[in-house]
């Protein structure tokens, strides 16, 4: 009979240990969910940021390559104005005062009456540009 009652103790005692290896098993399986939940969580937002960052980058970056482009756009543009004046004024240069007569009075036609400024002109066109201007304001 007293076997019994160990043997009925024994059986309880076990019971109640495999209850609480449960238990302890189910809390540690929602713990381990719980850290993998919060580390899925945390991977995500450190991946958030880094994308962020990395955006952030990327539109410096193309902001600063553009901002380069436009100047060497205009780079290459001045640059070509310079040439076509140098180009312009050296055959200018060359034009006698007839041939500069001739041009210089088919530009002064195309300008609107009552227009105002000043002219900067030459020792060579000074006194042709005078003349004509002299001549369209009358």
Known sequence: MLNDIFKSIDEKVREEIGKITQEKEEALLALENNYKAELAKRQQLARELLQKKADREIDEQQK????????????????MMEDVYQKALAKLSQLSDGELKKILTKLVRTLPRGLEGKVRAGKRTAPLLKHLLDRKSV
């Open 64 to 79: 600063k390559l553009e901002l380069e482009a436009r100047f060497s756009v205009q780079e290459a543009k001045h640059q």
